[in-house]
Nanobody, 126 residues
C-alpha cells in the first residue's frame, strides 16, 4: 500500500519561502513519477512540478518556473517542493502524487497519477 504524507504548509507573507515535504512509503520508487499539484478554492486541481525519483528531468508550470524547485532525497524516500518568492495567488492546498508504475514520459495532468497524499494548506497573505 503506497502512502504519501505531505507536510510543511503554513501561513506566510508575500515574498516569503516555504519548503513542502512528501514522505513516501510502501514500495521502492525507481523510475516512477512524483509530482506536486495544487487546488485553490473554486478552481480545478492544477499541475505545479514533477520529476522521477531517479532521473534529472524536472517539469514546472509556467506560473511557478524560476520560483519553485522540486527535489528528492532517495535515502529518505521524500520529495520536496521549495517555494520562493511566494505570491498570494500561490494560496492553495498542495498535494503530492505518484504513478503506479515506471514512466517514460512524466505526466503533467492529475489523471496521470494514481496515489495522492492528503494535502497541506499554503496561504500567502499580501
Amino acid at each position: 500500500q503506497v502512502q504519501l504524507v505531505e507536510s510543511g504548509g503554513g501561513l506566510v507573507q508575500a515574498g516569503d519561502s516555504l519548503r513542502l515535504s512528501c514522505a513516501a512509503s510502501g514500495r521502492t520508487f525507481s523510475n516512477y513519477a512524483m509530482a506536486w499539484f495544487r487546488q485553490a478554492p473554486g478552481k480545478e486541481r492544477e499541475f505545479v512540478a514533477a520529476r522521477t525519483w531517479i532521473g534529472t528531468h524536472t517539469y514546472y508550470a509556467d506560473s511557478v518556473k524560476g520560483r519553485f524547485a522540486i527535489s528528492r532525497d532517495n535515502a529518505k524516500n521524500t520529495m520536496y517542493l521549495q517555494m520562493n518568492s511566494l505570491k498570494p495567488e500561490d494560496t492553495a492546498v498542495y498535494y503530492c502524487a505518484t504513478t503506479a508504475s515506471g514512466v517514460i514520459t512524466i505526466p503533467t495532468t492529475h489523471k496521470g497519477y494514481d496515489y495522492w497524499g492528503q494535502g497541506t494548506q499554503v496561504t500567502v497573505s499580501s
